[in-house]
């Protein structure tokens, strides 16, 4: 009797088995589909994200800048050819970006864009001339709301450099940029 409930035992043990086999075969492969469509969505995210980041420097400055230094396609600006770079000046008196990345002895075209009602300027050279106000420094006065000032520069020296906007209290509010040399 108890070797007859063993057998049913075992046999019921080993249907079960059988079961829980065939149910992992069938779930094992009904993973892997699952895991591919998610893949799929990894990198359709990661290209929605980049498409947001290209659509964020859009309503920034429109074009977006040409590449910087250790960016892939990245051309170092000369004086026959500088590079463009694009900054937009926004009524909350911040520069955006506010940290530009160059490579010593570079020429670059700053296009300053002005955002929203506030009129701002944008100075850049030596930072403790830029800082000073000094007289002579190179700089684009009275960039109104929508119009871009250009301003091309040569960044000659190790630096520091840097590019600020000295519109009445603009500069005390921290409406400055700093310059890294690559
Ligand atoms: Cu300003």
């Known amino acids: 009797m108890s070797d007859r409930r063993f057998g049913w035992l075992g046999a019921t043990l080993v249907a079960v088995g059988i079961a829980l086999l065939a149910i992992g075969a069938v779930i094992s492969p009904a993973n892997g589909g699952l895991t591919r469509p998610g893949w799929g969505g990894g990198g359709m995210m990661g290209g929605g994200m980049m498409g947001g980041a290209g659509m964020m420097g859009g309503r920034w400055a429109g074009p977006a800048s040409a590449p910087g230094p ?17 900054v937009v000046a926004t009524p909350q008196l911040r520069f955006l970006p506010d940290s530009v990345t160059i490579q010593a002895g570079e020429t670059i075209t700053f296009e300053v864009t002005t955002m929203g009602p506030t009129v701002h300027e944008f100075m850049v050279g030596p930072a403790a001339d830029v800082a000073a106000d000094k007289a002579g420094t190179p700089e684009v006065a009275d960039i109104g709301m929508m119009q871009t000032g250009s301003l091309t520069y040569t960044f000659t020296g190790p630096g520091p450099f840097a590019f600020a ?8 509010a921290g409406m400055t940029g700093t310059i890294a040399v690559q």
């Open 70 to 86: 250790g960016q892939a396609g990245f051309v170092a600006g000369t004086q026959a050819n500088p590079r463009v770079v694009r």
């Open 165 to 172: 906007c000295h519109a009445p209290g603009h500069y005390e």
